[in-house]
């Protein structure tokens, strides 16, 4: 073999390296748009848990904030979210205006993949720095107000899906 086709032969390689690389980010991208892109989102799955210690982990609130949430939850969140936290069964669609509607937060929908301080984020700032419509309640409730409300939807969510939470909670601290 001549210098310049050995030199070919390798050019040739790394153009197949190349070629082989942008179709490797091209299907990477159409997967995370796939999973990110909220409108196609897969329906809510709930993770295996492995390691759960026996009969799982306990809740984190007292049943005293379960039911101060509960009344704060009515005066301040049932108007969009519904008086059960129900609300939008249709959670995946976005209006004319492409805003997302109030999802459902008695654990139909995908609040549990947000660890507790995401939550109480969401809840004091309001969805407006991530683009979304929610008021912020940060001058109508405090930190230990908006726990109790946090405490009370979570009480809606069956054990199961809870546990998944709480996985996901301890993985993130
Ligand atoms: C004016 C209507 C409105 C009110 C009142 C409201 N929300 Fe929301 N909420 C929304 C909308 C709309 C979204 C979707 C994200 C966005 O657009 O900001 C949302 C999103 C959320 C999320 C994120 C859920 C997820 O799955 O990511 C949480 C948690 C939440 N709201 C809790 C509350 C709580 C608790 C209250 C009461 C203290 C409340 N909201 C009051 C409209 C509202």
Redesign the pocket.
């Known amino acids: 073999m001549s210098q310049r086709e050995r030199n070919g032969s390798k050019n040739s390689g790394q153009k197949e390296w190349a070629v082989g690389a942008r179709v490797l980010a091209a299907i990477v991208m159409i997967v995370l748009v796939v999973l990110f892109y909220p409108a196609s989102e897969p329906p809510v799955v709930i993770p295996k848990i492995i390691d759960t210690e026996e009969g799982g982990a306990e809740r984190w609130y007292t049943a005293e904030q379960v039911v101060q949430g509960e009344k704060?939850?009515a005066q301040?969140?049932a108007?969009?979210?519904g008086k059960n936290a129900e609300a939008t069964s249709e959670w995946r669609k976005t209006d004319d205006s492409g805003?997302?509607?109030?999802?459902p937060?008695n654990g139909t929908?995908?609040?549990w993949h947000?660890p507790l301080s995401v939550?109480r984020e969401?809840?004091q700032q309001?969805?407006v720095p991530?683009g979304?419509?929610?008021?912020g309640?940060s001058d109508k409730?405090s930190v230990q107000e908006t726990d109790t409300?946090i405490a009370w939807f979570q009480s809606l969510w069956p054990d199961e899906l809870y546990q998944a939470w709480y996985r996901m909670e301890k993985e993130s601290q």
């Open positions: 704060l939850f301040n969140c108007a969009c979210h805003n997302y509607p109030p999802p937060l929908a995908h609040a947000h939550l969401t809840i309001g969805g991530l979304g419509v929610m008021p309640f409730l409300v």
